[in-house]
């Protein structure tokens, strides 16, 4: 250890302005490190205003070339930040630029402290740990891998879509998997869109129909992604395509089949329970694809093995009872998922009496109801399918900005609750109370469409509605829905009697959002979106490579928004592809074959699927194609055979000793 | 006749397991005899460290150190033999990592001593305990103070190689004494100074004939309450086998009787804590998502400290547990 040569260290303490200088002593802490970190190898320390400014960088560039340095420190912001920026810096002054560390005196030191004298020691422990570190690191060459110009597009509603156009249009292929028979999503089953109330259907559909005809787009409708493997550049994907029992070749989607089946049953999906469905069904008129899709659940051939009717008036022999479902191969470069939301259950908000009261209705039945090709060609009328209802009430936040469901802000319900109004108003003329927390209507022509609706005469509670009932305390409340409520703006406790009442659901992650997270190796925050890699500034890429994120898959989000990520992940995808080749992070983990004795404890730890286990030699194996870097296996391999480039024992034991001021010279008294 | 080169071993704490294991080589104890001077052996043979203080520095060639260091007799007789041994080997568990006295280290010495005093099997009612200095007319006798933390011996002098083992078995303890002889008949070279000898650069598993599959753990299991399986892997079976983290040269003799390995051999190569790589190998291999599930299988681990420090505590990144780094800023020497 002894007669190990000295590395030339540089240490650049940055000042961020005065994020970090207004709480850091940086001109102490880069003299500091100077006297006190020499004996580690620091020949310099310098410290400036804004280190990732091009003057900045120069600093160090200058420094690398002059001075010989073989090692950079810069003591700033997040690696997360700009790594990147200085790694860069180092490659042009012919540095490799794994031999660079940032140590992070902003958000781990400036940010979190406000004691000067404190904080300003904390840095040091930092920045010793960082020289230390750095002293470990060995330089490292990226991985290049070849880019696969086709892209999966997993969830075929208005984000996917659009996505899905975008990348078909630029020249490349996709394949666009939809779980449901048709693609068109959430949007399909809206009648009219806020704040402009345009018909839904009028203009998704001819975007649908582009996909489906599109000669750069394979539609894989009732079909699941069930399993993924490879990286970014060469995803293999087994996409399962339930079987439709209808021969896709020889369908003309006549629909002749859908009315000949004599099975009714409740669309509980589609219709949100309000209306029926054949056992042959197209989820609406003008699904894309057009073929039906076979419930065999329902179907009274396969109950009772009789009926066939669907099969005798098909004009193209088109229904196959022996068809099965089938799995489909795909190689893809780049997946993006726009997986969409669940609706929050209103069930679950007993006190709203949704599913006990009949007059109660959500937000979806809403939209049904209100839909020229809904159950009731848009007439609003009561449970009872003829009444018209005279008072309607309108809840906001439905187990959304609630303590006891989902903490967050479903974003869309207060233009929906207005739009709601908007349409009961102009349809039936009834009295339509809306009962908010605070009224949200950013974005462009929102508030005005809340200045139309306020215009029109709805009227406006501002107060959490306690409790839905049916228990009238008076005459005038008899035969109605009550609702209980505090207007906090006279400060009184109302109760508003009504026919209707509408929920307002709030949007939630899909059910098995987390199962389809680590099927794409992607995280969930708490609340079960998919993380983004960065909320601001990255907010379609996840912290897999190769691996986007579109629509209210990552949280809840408006139609133009979910279009615009749709969009911004397709042009990260042509990104990729059009470069050909991508270059992929050299921190890999790596197992010494000599140290490993075949335990198998790191066999089903990886979480992309790259240890393998050689039969012949007893040992596992990593393929660095497809490690990510995670240190999962590093941290679990108990004989200490693999290590993680980057992460070796050596560089995190040196940084835990410069954190303690171990190695530091003994100072004088 | 040319002089033998010489040759000492010492116990510090200990429990003469280590020098059993060296008788037990059988003949070739006699090599020992041809080829080495044994100067000093306090468990073979007479000596006073007098002689030893009284050897020139350098002048014996090998000593083989086993036993912690627990008290400061055990201190300046490893300090003694360090100066005095041109190849010092930290031979045995004690000697590498602490074994079972480092063990110890959970408590304060105080604590210790109470408890070798003062427990109900002990019959004290006079409430006597050891003083370690005592006026008789003769003058002052002593006996040695215990230090507040069990160290190894590479804790206080520096070590030439390692031979691990509770105790090391004795087919290594024979192929480092042939090594040796050859060396000294110039037809073999040292290894690099810090090199473990006298055993494997890999696992017991390397060494373990079961059956290994990809792993996953429902339920730790004691080898009493259960049918074996013969031929799968005891850490399949729920039993917590050390075998994967333990450094190999024992031929996995545990395993393959039927028990698990407890780790004698301490950790494998470049491990820097023994016990908590074990820990996190068996927690990424646990059969359960919820964190109640996850309690129920850990209570399963009757012993914790027992299960993944039992030879290591002592060498381990922590080396001692709370009560005991307490006692050595607080430590003074008992007076009369």
């Known amino acids: 250890m002894s007669e190990k040569k000295l590395e030339r260290v540089g240490v650049y303490v940055c000042h961020c302005g005065t994020n970090i200088a207004g709480t850091v002593d940086v001109v102490s802490l880069a003299k500091w490190a100077e006297e006190k970190l020499k004996h580690l190898g620091v020949v310099v320390a310098r410290e400036y205003k804004f280190m990732c400014s091009s003057l900045g960088q120069e ?12 090692r950079v420190v810069v003591a700033a912001c997040s690696p997360h930040l700009h790594e990147k920026t200085f790694r860069t810096a180092a490659k042009n002054a012919g540095l490799n630029p794994y031999l660079v560390e940032l140590a992070s005196i902003r958000e781990q030191v400036s940010w979190v402290h406000t004691d000067k004298a404190v904080a300003t020691e904390k840095a040091k422990a930092v920045v010793a740990g960082a020289v230390s570190r750095v002293i470990e690191n060995k330089a490292l060459e990226e991985i290049k891998v070849p880019i696969n ?26 394949y666009l998997v939809e779980r449901e028979p048709s693609i068109g999503g959430h949007m399909a089953q809206f009648d009219k869109t806020f704040p402009t109330l345009d018909c839904a259907a009028c203009i998704l559909t001819p975007r649908m129909v582009e996909a489906g005809t599109h000669p750069n787009i394979t539609l894989l409708t009732w079909s699941e992604v069930v399993n993924v493997s490879g990286y970014v550049g060469s995803f293999h994907v087994t996409v399962k395509k339930k079987a439709r029992f209808v021969n896709e070749e020889l369908c003309t989607g006549c629909a002749i089949c859908q009315e000949k089946c004599p099975k009714k049953v409740i669309d509980d999906v589609f219709e949100a329970g309000l209306g029926y469905r054949k056992a042959i069904y197209t989820p609406f008129a003008q699904a894309v694809p057009k073929f039906p899709v076979l419930d065999k659940e329902n179907c009274t051939y396969f109950i009772k093995g009789t009926c066939k009717a669907c099969e005798k008036f098909c004009p193209t022999q088109a229904i196959d009872f022996n068809q099965q ?39 979806l039945e809403f939209e049904r109801l209100s839909n020229a090709a809904g159950p009731t060609s848009g007439n609003i009328v009561l449970r009872d399918g003829k009444t018209t209802p005279k008072s309607v009430g309108i ?40 009962f908010y927390i605070d009224m949200r209507t950013a974005y462009k022509a929102y508030d005005e469409f809340y200045q139309r609706v306020l215009e029109e005469g709805t009227l406006f509670v501002r107060g959490k509605v306690a409790e839905v009932t049916d228990a009238a305390r008076y005459e005038h409340e008899k035969g109605k829905l009550i609702i209980q409520v505090e207007d906090t703006l006279i400060g009184k406790q109302r109760r508003i009697p009504v026919d209707m009442v509408i929920l307002s659901s709030g949007l939630q992650p899909r059910h098995d959002a987390k199962a389809v997270g680590k099927q794409f190796g992607i995280s969930c925050s708490t609340d079960g979106w998919f993380t983004e890699k ?101 941290a679990a391999c108990p004989a200490g055979a693999i290590s993680g480039t980057g992460f070796s024992d050596e560089q995190i034991m040196a940084q835990i000793d410069g954190l303690l001021f171990r190695n530091l010279l003994p100072v004088e008294a | 006749m040319t002089a033998k080169p010489k040759f000492a071993m010492y116990w510090a704490a200990s429990c003469g397991g280590c020098e059993i294991a060296v008788l037990n080589i059988h003949e070739k104890i006699l090599d020992v005899d041809a080829n080495f001077d044994v100067v000093f052996w306090p468990v073979a043979m007479d000596a006073k460290y007098k002689d030893v203080e009284a050897m020139e520095d350098g002048s014996i060639l090998l000593t083989l150190f086993n036993g ?23 031979f045995g568990s004690c000697a590498n990592e602490g074994c079972i006295p480092g063990l110890a280290n959970l408590s304060d010495s105080r604590e210790i001593v109470h408890t070798a005093f003062n427990t109900i099997s002990t019959d004290n009612p006079n409430q006597i305990y050891p003083r370690t200095a005592f006026d008789v007319p003769e003058g002052e006798i002593h006996i040695p103070n215990i230090l507040p933390v069990l160290k190894t011996l590479d804790q206080v002098v520096d070590v030439d190689y390692y031979m691990p083992g509770c105790p090391p078995e004795s087919h290594q303890i024979a192929a480092v004494i042939d090594l040796v002889v050859q060396v000294l008949q110039g037809k073999a070279e040292l290894p690099p100074k810090g090199t473990v000898i006298g055993a494997g650069n890999s696992t017991v598993c390397d060494e373990c004939k079961r059956t290994r599959n990809v792993k996953v753990i429902k339920s730790f299991e004691r080898i009493y309450n259960m049918q074996i399986d013969p031929a799968l892997c005891l850490l399949e079976q729920g039993i917590p086998c050390n075998g994967p983290a333990t450094r190999s040269g024992c031929n996995a003799r545990c395993p393959a009787a039927g028990a698990q390995c407890i780790g004698c051999y301490g950790p494998a190569e470049g491990v820097l804590d023994y016990g908590a790589r074990l820990i996190s190998a068996f927690a990424s291999v646990l059969d359960a998502k919820e964190p109640e599930e996850i309690d129920h299988i850990l209570d399963g681990l009757v ?14 990144l922590l080396k001692a547990g709370v009560p005991a780094w307490k006692a050595e800023s607080t430590h003074e020497k008992e007076k009369v």
């Open chain 1, 59 to 70: 600093l160090i560039e200058k420094d690398i070339k002059e001075l010989g340095l073989t």
């Open chain 1, 149 to 174: 110009p086709n892209t999966l597009i997993v969830g075929g509603g208005i984000a996917g879509i659009q996505a899905a156009l975008e990348i078909a249009n630029a020249g490349f292929h996709v």
């Open chain 1, 325 to 363: 479902d089938q799995y489909v191969d795909l190689d893809v470069g780049n997946i993006i998922l726009a997986t969409g939301y669940d609706l929050f259950d209103a069930r679950r908000v007993s006190n709203y009496g949704y599913g006990r009261l009949p007059n109660v209705f959500t937000n």
């Open chain 1, 395 to 434: 809840i906001h936040c439905v187990g959304s900005r609630d303590k006891n469901f989902n903490n967050y802000c479903s974003v869309i319900c207060c233009m929906q609750g207005l739009k709601f109004a908007h349409l009961v108003h102009e349809r039936t003329g009834a009295t339509v109370y809306n």
């Open chain 1, 534 to 634: 960065h909320p601001k500034l990255d907010p379609v890429a996840t912290m897999t490579e190769g691996i986007y994120i579109a629509g209210c898959a990552q949280g809840p989000k408006d139609i133009p928004s979910s279009v615009a990520q749709g969009a911004a992940a397709s042009a990260r995808v042509l990104d990729k592809i059009l470069q050909k080749e991508v270059a992929l992070e050299p921190i890999k983990a790596s197992i010494d074959h000599d140290k490993c004795s075949g335990c198998r404890i790191c066999n089903g730890l990886c979480p992309f699927n790259a240890i393998a286990f050689i039969e012949d030699d007893q040992v596992s194996d990593i393929n660095p194609a497809l490690c990510q870097g995670c240190g999962t296996c590093v």
């Open chain 2, 68 to 90: 912690g260091i627990r008290n400061d007799e055990n201190e300046h007789i490893a300090k003694l033999l360090r100066k005095k041994s041109k190849i010092l080997v930290a």
């Open chain 2, 303 to 316: 012993d914790p400290t027992g299960q993944f420090y039992r030879f290591n505590l002592a060498g381990s």
